[in-house]
T-cell receptor, first 114, second 113 residues
Framework: GENVEQHPSTLSVQEGDSAVIKCTYS??????FPWYKQELGKRPQLIID?????GEKKDQRIAVTLNKTAKHFSLHITETQPEDSAVYFC?????????????FGTGTKLQVIP | SQTIHQWPATLVQPVGSPLSLECTVE??????LYWYRQAAGRGLQLLFY??????ISSEVPQNLSASRPQDRQFILSSKKLLLSDSGFYLC????????????FGPGTRLTVL
């Protein structure tokens, strides 16, 4: 089955600096890669996603890149703010038997220091 | 727009007691529905998914079960809770036919004592 590895597990940055979280996946059939942000005690919320026919996607301070050949994708947050502090999960997914099978990474705890 | 509800929000139960968690989705038809569990400080583990009424698939063997009595209702149950069942239970939905994005409910925090 699919295996998603996520690094680093924790990340501390100064406010205003950039943060990068990297993920690798194993199943070449995976074609959709969402990123979720989870604040303490809250639900994971989708912040950005990318599909396998696209190499890069940007939404304001957040960008995601995908390298299908190398099977890795990354989340980039620029000009970090304290409210960016949270746990971020990457995921790789594909259609399987009528549903979207999603495999999540183990999460990165991002701390933005004011 | 679509909305997903879960209840209760928090629950404290003794070992060996039964469990029933409910999830409902509004604003969509024929959604795919999912139950995940998140242990403290850990990632997301898929427990069950459903592509239609009465259709339940289990990802991991355990003392939990799921049911989908109505199109937009998903229930997670247990006859006898274990200490290891403690965690944050999240229901999620996606568009049934071609949807690839899963959207999570607010979750139920379960503590088994």
């Amino acid at each position: 089955g699919e295996n998603v590895e996520q690094h680093p597990s924790t990340l501390s940055v100064q406010e205003g600096d950039s943060a990068v979280i990297k993920c690798t996946y194993s199943d070449s059939a995976s074609n959709y890669f969402p990123w979720y942000k989870q604040e303490l005690g809250k639900r994971p919320q989708l912040i950005i996603d990318i599909r396998s026919n696209v190499g890069e996607k940007k939404d304001q301070r957040i960008a995601v890149t995908l390298n299908k050949t190398a099977k890795h994708f990354s989340l980039h947050i620029t000009e970090t703010q304290p409210e960016d502090s949270a746990v971020y999960f990457c995921a790789a997914s594909k259609r399987s038997g009528g549903y979207q099978k999603v495999t999540f990474g183990t999460g990165t705890k991002l701390q933005v220091i004011p | 727009s679509q909305t997903i509800h879960q209840w209760p929000a928090t629950l404290v139960q003794p070992v060996g007691s039964p469990l029933s968690l409910e999830c409902t989705v509004e604003g969509t038809s024929n959604p795919n529905l999912y139950w995940y569990r998140q242990a403290a400080g850990r990632g997301l583990q898929l427990l069950f998914y459903s592509v239609g009424i009465g259709q339940i698939s289990s990802e991991v063997p355990q003392n939990l079960s799921a049911s989908r009595p109505q199109d937009r209702q998903f229930i997670l149950s247990s006859k006898k809770l274990l200490l290891s069942d403690s965690g944050f239970y999240l229901c999620a939905w996606s568009e049934g036919a071609l949807g690839d994005t899963q959207y999570f409910g607010p979750g139920t925090r379960l503590t088994v004592l």
